[in-house]
């Protein structure tokens, strides 16, 4: 267990459909950071909060939003869904600085 | 951003010392190198990371270049489990502290 806990860990869905994925940081970390890794895309970075904030926009389509809570869990929320959105979502945590990213397992997301 | 090079794949025998090499010769000098790795179907997992000098931690040894410009992930004896892809990585604190993947390296180890 590597302290980020992300739910679920499998999702099945249809096209032009809605889901919210949720990333539980690890205790003490304020940073989260999505991922979203595709057999032919690999690792791509999405988006970056920090206590709260938006901090960094990477390659996050117009259909997808996220948001960090006072409690410091993250949700990512896809929407109007393709089957080029499926996809391994993962969640990381870290301290601010240039300390090592805790990546949580992931949630497979498959769009039909 | 800084761009790192790595071998698509390699290959180790089982028990065997790997050396993972990384090219990075544009990199600043605020830069950290770092290296995740990836297992199957798991999501990254941090392995070392270091900014000028030789780092040992439990899990490998990280060698960097005197200029910097390059450097090697050690692990001192690869075990089945070891197999996974390999990432080298820049991060910049400047920067906000982004991890950006490239391709990384596929290491198989044979029994």
């Known amino acids: 267990d590597s302290g980020v806990t992300q739910t679920p860990k499998h999702l099945i869905t249809a096209t032009g459909q809605r889901v919210t994925l949720r990333c539980s940081p690890r205790?003490?970390?304020?940073?989260v950071y999505w991922y979203q890794q595709s057999l032919d895309q690999g690792l791509q970075f999405l988006i970056q909060?920090?206590?709260?904030?938006?901090?960094a926009k990477g390659n996050i389509l117009e259909r997808f939003s996220a948001q960090q809570f006072p409690d410091l869990h993250s949700e990512l929320n896809l929407s109007s869904l393709e089957l080029g959105d499926s996809a391994l979502y993962f969640c990381?945590?870290?301290?601010?600085?240039?300390?090592?990213?805790?990546f949580g397992s992931g949630t497979r997301l498959t769009v039909v | 951003d800084a761009k790192t090079t790595q071998p698509n794949s390699m290959e180790s025998n089982e028990e065997e010392p790997v050396h993972l090499p990384c090219n990075h010769s544009t990199i600043s000098g605020t830069d950290y190198i770092h290296w995740y790795r990836q297992l199957p179907s798991q999501g990254p997992e941090y392995v070392i990371h270091?900014?000028?000098s030789n780092v040992n931690n439990r899990m490998a040894s990280l060698a960097i270049a005197e200029d910097r410009k390059s450097s090697t992930l050690i692990l001192h004896r690869a075990t089945l489990r070891d197999a996974a892809v390999y990432y080298c990585?820049?991060?910049?604190?400047?920067?906000?502290?982004?991890?950006?993947f490239g391709g990384g390296t596929r290491l198989m180890v044979k029994p």
């Open positions: 909060y920090y206590n709260g904030e938006e901090r």
């Open positions: 205790s003490g970390d304020l940073s």
């Open positions: 990381a945590s870290s301290e601010f600085g240039v300390y090592g990213y805790t």
């Open positions: 990585i820049l991060m910049n604190n400047n920067a906000g502290n982004m991890l950006t």
């Open positions: 270091g900014l000028t």
